[in-house]
């Protein structure tokens, strides 16, 4: 069974950074898309970065520049390093993982809160 364990979120001021990162166990993660949602209070989740297997990263216009997501296969983690952040910035961040050789969906991990304040 796959399964996805968050770390790193928490409170920051304006300006600062955070790095999030997601271990994934039951999954052949070389063969596995990995990406970095968020959802907002009131809003729809939505996709900030995300690393595809042997491809190259892409990212929300919201985010680019500031964030960078990495892979590392070996050690089956995926992390995004978050930089100047912003108040809008602010929601539950979740790690997703999409096995291409699985017909079974994606996977979600639990969900860890960023919050941007002053």
């Known amino acids: 069974q796959v399964q996805l364990v968050e770390s790193g979120g928490g409170s920051v001021q304006p300006g600062g950074s955070l790095t999030l990162s997601c271990a994934v166990s039951?999954?052949?993660?070389?063969?596995?898309?990995m990406g970095w949602y968020r959802q907002a209070p009131g809003k729809q989740r939505e996709l900030v970065a995300a690393?595809?297997?042997?491809?190259?990263?892409n990212y929300d216009d919201s985010v680019k520049g500031r964030f960078a997501i990495s892979r590392d296969n070996a050690s089956s983690t995926v992390s995004l390093q978050m930089n100047s952040l912003k108040f809008e910035d602010t929601a539950v961040y979740y790690c997703n993982a999409r096995p291409l050789y699985l017909s079974t969906g994606s996977y979600w991990g639990q969900g860890t809160q960023v919050t941007v304040s002053s």
């Open positions: 690393v595809p297997a042997g491809r190259t990263a």
């Open positions: 039951g999954a052949i993660f070389s063969l596995t898309d």
